[in-house]
């Protein structure tokens, strides 16, 4: 019996003692852990995005980065997956404001390819392919007509699932990219014209000034320190009847409660009047940014012909 419970210590202070020791190494060695893993993954957003001066700040956990440089969203790094040979395939893909792609990077050390044939497509030789091409063009040349890219002789199957992974990935978060959002909100604001007013929308400047029922319609964009911000103003003579506004966080954050304070300020006051505006405190900075740029825009495209 004495014998058993001499067992039964020896085991236990053997389990405590390595529980502790344990405990003790992960404390130190989890912050070099977390770091070292920090460290690789900066080095592959800069690679993946090769610009200098640039800064990655994280929007979707471990998924997706917008990229800034001298306080400018300039574009994305994205981590896309699909299904090769043998395993997930994950490529960290840059692409620039315009929607093309910039680089493509995998971590080797990921991979579950065949040695030899799918893990070919670590290489350079295979992902320099990518650099340059529109979503539309990231296929396979034997897939589609418009596909830019040759397959691995041998390893087709890993060839199309890193092409699937990145054109998956192009789709999904082509919404990010700092055009995108603009050019949806500017075609669906003229619509809402066009619909409203029965009939077409006159383009006087590209992209900048309309004119519909002999009343001008404009657009200006501009950021302050945490947003950007896209409006469309629909004047007749030089009061405000419309505007439409999109504000878009840096942090990805929705505006509409600001949007819709900031539609009914604005509306049925004159062009010349703006400046008396008084914007509530959160959206004060916001409020002042759109009116001084409203007031300049109207000048320079309408104002200075009167």
């Known amino acids: 019996m004495v014998r058993k419970i001499q067992e039964v210590m020896v085991i236990f202070l053997v389990s405590i003692t ?18 070292n ?6 080095k592959l957003l800069s ?3 090769p610009r200098p001066n640039v800064i990655f700040k994280e929007v979707k956990r471990d998924t997706l980065w917008r990229v800034f440089k001298d306080g400018k969203f300039i ?10 040979y043998s395993g997930k395939i994950r490529p960290l893909v840059g692409v620039d404001s315009s929607g093309i792609i910039l680089k493509v990077r995998i971590l080797k050390e990921e991979l579950t390819e065949t ?5 070919k497509i670590v290489e ?7 650099e340059g091409l529109t979503k539309n063009e990231v296929w396979l040349k034997k897939e589609k007509r418009e596909g830019k890219i040759d397959a691995i002789t041998q390893a087709t199957i890993s060839s199309k699932g890193i092409t699937l992974a990145i054109r998956e990935g192009m789709e999904k978060f082509e919404e990010f990219l700092p055009g995108f959002k603009e050019k949806k909100f500017l075609e669906g604001s003229l619509d809402s014209l066009r619909d409203i007013y029965g009939e077409e929308v ?12 002999n009343n001008f319609v404009f657009f200006l964009k501009g950021e302050d320190s945490s947003n950007v911000f896209y409006t469309l103003v629909f004047l007749k003579e030089k009061v405000i009847k419309k505007l439409f506004i999109l504000i878009e966080s840096f942090e990805g954050k929705e505006k509409i409660k600001e949007e819709e304070i900031l539609k009914s300020l604005f509306r049925l006051n ?5 400046d008396k505006i008084e914007f509530p405190k959160e959206i004060k900075e916001l409020g002042e940014k759109i009116e001084r740029e409203m007031k300049n825009k109207y000048e320079q495209l309408i104002g200075r012909g009167k």
Do not use: C, H
């Open 18 to 35: 390595s529980a502790f020791l344990l405990a003790f190494v992960y404390k130190y060695t989890a912050p070099i852990i977390a770091k």
């Open 37 to 42: 893993k920090e460290e690789t993954l900066n």
């Open 47 to 49: 690679e993946a995005y």
């Open 75 to 84: 574009g994305l790094v994205f981590r896309g997956e699909a299904r090769g």
């Open 115 to 119: 040695p030899g044939l799918g893990m």
């Open 124 to 130: 350079e030789s295979f992902l320099k392919q990518f």
């Open 202 to 213: 006159k383009e006087i400047v590209p992209g900048e000034l309309w004119e519909i029922s």
């Open 270 to 274: 004159s062009i010349e009047d703006l």
